[in-house]
C-alpha cells in the first residue's frame, strides 16, 4: 500500500510517465507541423515578392525610382518611352474608388439588412446566391460593362466615350459587391445577442441597434471586408481592360478612359516585349507597385482595426 | 376585469418585525401579472403566473436555477419578441394606464422605454464610458450637453463607479474589468429615469464590495423606482426587497412580503428552498 503522502502528492488518476511522455511527443510533432506550415506561407509569399524584386531592381536601376513616381507618361512601347507609373496609378485608384463607392454603401446596408432585418429563412437563400454570384467570371462583367452599362450611361451622359472609367468603376462595384455583403453580414453576425439585447431594453429601434451597436461592434470585420473588397478592385483585370481602355492616360476624371496598372500588365504579357527587356521589366515594376498599393491599405486597416478593436 | 381582488390578498403583516414596513402591501401596484404563461417554441417556461409588482418596492424573485425566473423577467419589456417561435400568454397590465405590456397590440416599444433592464452578464456597448450611460437619454432625443453631462455623472455616482471613471469617461468601456462593467450596465439602465428596473442576477459577476454597494443603491432606489431583481443569493434577497416569488419549475410557488416569505412561508416547497433543502 501507498504511504498517505505519496497518494496525496500523485492523486487517484495521476497520469504514467509513460503518458506523459506520449502527451509531450504529440505536442512537439504539433507544434513542428504548424511551424512548417506557417515557414511555408511566408517562403511563398517571400518567392513572389523576390520574383517582382528580381526584375524590377535592373528596371529601377535604368529608368530611376523618381522619374518612375513623378513622370507623368507611361510610353514603354514608343521609339521615346517613358516610365512614369501615375497615370497606370491614377486609372487604378479611380476605378477602384468607384467601385468602393458602389459597393461599400450598398454592401453594408445590404449586410444590415441580410444581419438584422431579414427572416432567417431569406438570409438561406440569399446568401447562397451571393456566393454564386462572387463566382461568376470576371471577363462576363467586363463585356457586362462594355455592352451594357456603357450605352446606358452614354444615353444620361452625352458625349461619354466608348471606354471609360465611371462604366468599368460601377460594374466592378458590382462585381465586388457580393464579396462585401458577404463578409460584412458575417462580421456583423458574430456580434453578440447580448449587445442587441441591451441595446433593445434600452428602447432602440431596430435601426437604432444595428446602427449605433452592431456596426461598431463589428468594426474590424467590415474593416475587413471592406478591405479585401478593395484589393480585389485594385487588382481587378478584366473588367477595367475590356471597359476602361487601354490608353494610359493621367487622369481622375471618370468619364474618361484610361489603363490601369494590371491592364497594363496583361497588354504586355500578351505581347511581345522581348524577355529580359526594359519594356518586360516595366510589368514587374508595376506589379510592385501594385503589391505596395495593396500593402499600404492593408496596414492602413491594421491600424484602423487596433485603434477601433473591440473585445467581447 | 382586472382580476384586482385576487391580487389584493394581503398576506399576513407581521407588524412586531423590524423588516416589514407598515402597509408595505396596500402600496399602489405599478405592475400586475395576470395568468401569464410563456412558451419556447413548444416548451412551457412559465405557468400561469399571477402576481402583483408594488408601486415603489423590490420585488425578489427566487427559486433553483432553471425554474424560470429570467424568462419571467423578459416577458416585462418583450425581450422575447427578439427571437422567433416565442410566444406569450395571459396579460401583464402596466399601470396607471392598465396597458397590457404582451400584448400583440402593443408596440414593445412602449414598455422598453418606461422599463430598464440590466443583465446578469455585463454587455457594455461597443462605445466609450460616458456614451455607453448617454445611449439612452440620445435615443430619447436628449441633445443638451449639460443635461446629458449632469445625468452621466449622475447615474455613474449611483452606480457606485464614478470615482473610479471619473478621469477616463471617453476610455472604451471595455477597457473596465467586469464588476466595473456591469455597474457600467446599471449605470446606463438608470440615466434615462426608468420607472420599473429589471435586475436578473445583477451581482453573480462582482466580488462582495461592489455587491453591497449595489445592494446599497438597490435600496436607495426604491425611493423612486419600482425594482424586480431576480437573485440566487437568498440573504440578497432577504435584505433587499420587501417582496418576494418562489419560483419552481416555471410556477409561482409562493408570493408574499420578504418577511413572511423567509418567516413562515405557507408552502413546504418554500420552506425547503429557503432552508437550503433543494435547489
Ligand atoms: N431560449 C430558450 N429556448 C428554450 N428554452 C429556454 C430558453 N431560455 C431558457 N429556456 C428554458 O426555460 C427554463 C427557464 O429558464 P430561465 O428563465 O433562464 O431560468 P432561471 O433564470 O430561473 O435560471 C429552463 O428550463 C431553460 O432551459
Ligand atoms: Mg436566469
Redesign the pocket.
Known amino acids: 500500500m501507498k504511504s498517505k503522502q505519496d497518494s496525496d502528492s500523485h492523486g487517484r488518476f495521476a497520469p504514467s510517465s509513460a503518458f506523459l511522455r506520449r502527451r509531450a511527443l504529440r505536442a512537439r510533432l504539433m507544434h513542428t507541423l504548424l511551424l512548417l506550415t506557417g515557414t511555408l506561407s511566408v517562403l511563398v509569399t517571400a518567392g513572389i515578392v523576390y520574383t517582382l524584386v528580381r526584375d524590377a531592381v535592373p528596371f529601377f536601376a535604368e529608368v530611376g525610382l523618381l522619374t518612375f513616381l513623378t513622370d507623368t507618361q507611361w510610353t514603354p512601347l514608343f521609339a521615346q518611352p517613358r516610365y512614369g507609373i501615375l497615370p497606370l496609378l491614377a486609372g487604378t485608384l479611380t476605378t477602384s474608388l468607384i467601385a468602393l463607392l458602389v459597393a461599400i454603401p450598398a454592401g453594408t446596408v445590404l449586410a444590415i439588412y441580410l444581419s438584422e432585418f431579414a427572416q432567417r429563412r431569406l438570409r438561406e437563400v440569399v446568401k447562397p446566391v451571393l456566393e454564386l454570384l462572387a463566382g461568376v467570371p470576371t471577363v462576363v462583367y467586363g463585356y457586362f460593362a462594355l455592352l451594357v452599362v456603357t450605352p446606358l450611361l452614354q444615353r444620361l451622359i452625352p458625349g461619354l466615350p466608348g471606354f471609360n472609367m465611371l462604366s468599368a468603376g460601377l460594374v466592378m462595384g458590382i462585381m465586388i459587391l457580393p464579396y462585401v455583403v458577404s463578409l460584412a453580414e458575417d462580421a456583423m453576425r458574430a456580434v453578440p445577442d447580448a449587445l442587441r439585447e441591451g441595446a433593445y431594453a434600452l428602447g432602440f429601434s431596430r435601426l437604432q441597434t444595428a446602427v449605433r451597436v452592431v456596426i461598431p461592434g463589428a468594426f474590424s470585420g467590415l474593416t475587413a471586408a471592406y478591405l479585401l473588397g478593395m484589393a480585389r478592385a485594385v487588382g481587378e483585370t478584366m473588367v477595367v481592360a475590356i471597359a476602361a481602355g487601354q490608353n494610359p492616360r493621367l487622369t481622375f476624371n471618370p468619364l474618361e478612359g484610361a489603363a490601369t496598372i494590371t491592364t497594363y500588365i496583361v497588354q504586355v504579357s500578351l505581347g511581345d516585349a522581348p524577355y529580359g527587356s526594359l519594356a518586360y521589366r516595366s510589368i514587374f515594376a508595376a506589379g510592385l507597385t501594385l503589391f505596395v498599393v495593396t500593402l499600404l491599405f492593408n496596414i492602413l486597416g491594421f491600424w484602423l482595426r487596433r485603434r477601433f478593436r473591440e473585445v467581447y | 376585469m382586472k382580476a384586482d381582488a385576487a391580487l389584493a390578498t394581503t398576506p399576513a403583516v407581521r407588524r412586531d418585525s423590524p423588516h416589514a414596513e407598515p402597509a408595505a402591501a396596500t402600496r399602489p401596484v405599478k405592475a400586475r401579472v395576470e395568468r401569464l404563461s410563456f412558451w419556447?417554441?413548444s416548451?412551457q417556461?412559465l405557468f400561469d403566473i399571477t402576481m402583483p409588482i408594488h408601486e415603489r418596492c423590490v420585488t425578489a424573485l427566487i427559486?433553483p436555477?432553471?425554474?424560470?425566473?429570467?424568462?419571467?423577467l423578459r416577458c416585462f419589456n418583450r425581450m422575447h419578441d427578439l427571437?422567433p417561435n416565442n410566444r406569450y400568454a395571459g396579460h401583464i397590465w402596466l399601470e396607471p394606464e392598465g396597458i397590457d405590456i404582451i400584448s400583440p397590440k402593443t408596440d414593445p416599444m412602449v414598455p422598453r422605454l418606461r422599463i430598464g433592464m440590466v443583465f446578469q452578464k455585463p454587455n457594455p456597448f461597443p462605445k466609450s464610458i460616458y456614451e455607453n450611460v448617454a445611449a439612452g437619454l440620445r435615443i430619447r432625443g436628449v441633445r443638451n450637453r449639460a443635461i446629458l453631462d449632469e445625468q452621466v455623472e449622475k447615474s455613474l455616482r449611483r452606480a457606485a463607479l464614478w470615482d473610479e471613471v471619473k478621469d477616463r469617461l471617453h476610455a472604451s468601456a471595455f477597457d473596465l474589468s467586469g464588476g466595473q462593467q456591469q455597474r457600467l450596465c446599471i449605470a446606463r439602465a438608470l440615466a434615462p429615469e426608468p420607472e420599473v428596473l429589471l435586475l436578473d442576477e445583477p451581482t453573480s459577476a462582482l466580488d462582495p464590495i461592489a455587491t453591497a454597494h449595489i445592494e446599497e443603491l438597490v435600496d436607495e432606489l426604491r425611493e423612486s423606482y419600482t425594482i424586480v431583481i431576480?437573485t440566487h443569493n437568498m440573504q440578497q434577497a432577504a435584505r433587499v426587497s420587501q417582496f418576494t416569488g418562489f419560483?419552481h419549475l416555471?410556477k409561482l410557488i409562493e408570493f408574499g412580503e420578504t418577511e413572511q416569505i423567509f418567516t413562515t412561508p405557507r408552502e413546504s416547497m418554500t420552506q425547503d428552498y429557503i432552508t437550503g433543502r433543494f435547489g
Request: charged share 10%.
Open positions: 419556447y417554441g416548451k417556461a427559486g436555477s432553471g425554474c424560470g425566473k429570467s424568462t419571467f427571437y431576480v419560483f416555471g
